[in-house]
């Protein structure tokens, strides 16, 4: 079993940044899936980013359109986290935003329903 616990989101202005954490617990995140989205109110969960294991021990990164080059997702393997970094953040940004992690590196990583974990959400408010 993993638990995935989101934090750092918040209030920001627009242009700001934020950076989103979310520790994993229970396995460790090799040869796995991790992944970012959001929900803003009325609107159903969207994909924005993902680390996906290759192999030869590599992990390529892939992004929304809506937020390439402003959103980075890292990882530090020694604290079993992913991150979230939020730069030039908008109004159209505001979202609870959820972490996500799946068994398989399977190139389907960008759909809702293909990930076995969820946290519980962070929300992130950018003012205008």
């Known amino acids: 079993q993993v638990q995935l616990a989101e934090s750092g989101g918040g209030l920001v202005q627009a242009g700001g940044s934020l950076r989103l954490s979310c520790a994993a617990s229970g396995r460790a995140f090799s040869g796995n899936t991790l992944a970012w989205f959001r929900q803003a109110p009325g609107k159903e969960r969207e994909f924005l980013a993902a680390m996906r294991w290759r192999p030869g021990g590599v992990y390529y990164n892939y992004y929304a359109d809506s937020v390439k080059g402003r959103f980075i997702i890292s990882r530090d393997n020694a604290k079993n986290t992913v991150y979230l970094q939020m730069n030039s953040l908008k109004p159209e940004d505001t979202a609870v935003y959820y972490c996500?992690?799946?068994?398989?590196?399977?190139?389907?990583?960008?759909?809702?329903?293909?990930?076995?974990?969820w946290g519980q959400g962070t929300q992130v408010t950018v003012s205008s």
């Open positions: 996500a992690a799946k068994i398989s590196s399977d190139s389907d990583f960008y759909q809702v329903g293909t990930y076995d974990y």
